[in-house]
């Protein structure tokens, strides 16, 4: 350990001031690095959030198009293409 080294009768104080310089430096950089890749990951979850609620608003969307059972939101012209379609019977049978 450095600590204990410039404990020791006759060690150089300018070579542990200088270790310990080149520790944190290296500490230093090492948690820059860090935080540029936790940045990073905070980016990405941000946009996935963004896509994600983007999706589930589209799907929504989507779903309540093809949603038959409630007739109410088609007008006359939806309603009778609705009708003219074949019934699952009716295309058996052809």
């Known amino acids: 350990m450095l600590l204990h080294e410039v404990d020791k009768p006759g060690s150089d ?5 200088e270790s310990l310089d080149a520790i944190l430096a290296h500490k230093m950089e ?5 935080r ?11 946009e996935e959030e963004i896509l994600s609620k983007k ?3 589209q799907r ?5 198009v093809f949603d038959l ?12 293409l609705l009708d003219n379609l074949p019934h699952e019977n009716n295309a058996k049978q052809h």
Do not use: C, P, T, W
Not at 13 to 17: F, K, L, P, S, T
Not at 30 to 34: K, W
Not at 60 to 64: F, I, P
């Open 13 to 17: 104080v300018d070579e542990y001031v």
């Open 30 to 34: 090492i948690i820059s690095l860090l």
């Open 36 to 46: 540029g890749r936790l940045y990073n990951f905070k980016e990405h979850l941000r």
């Open 55 to 57: 999706f589930y608003e």
């Open 60 to 64: 929504a969307e989507v779903l309540d």
């Open 69 to 80: 059972g409630d007739r109410e939101g088609f007008n006359n012209d939806d309603m009778q």
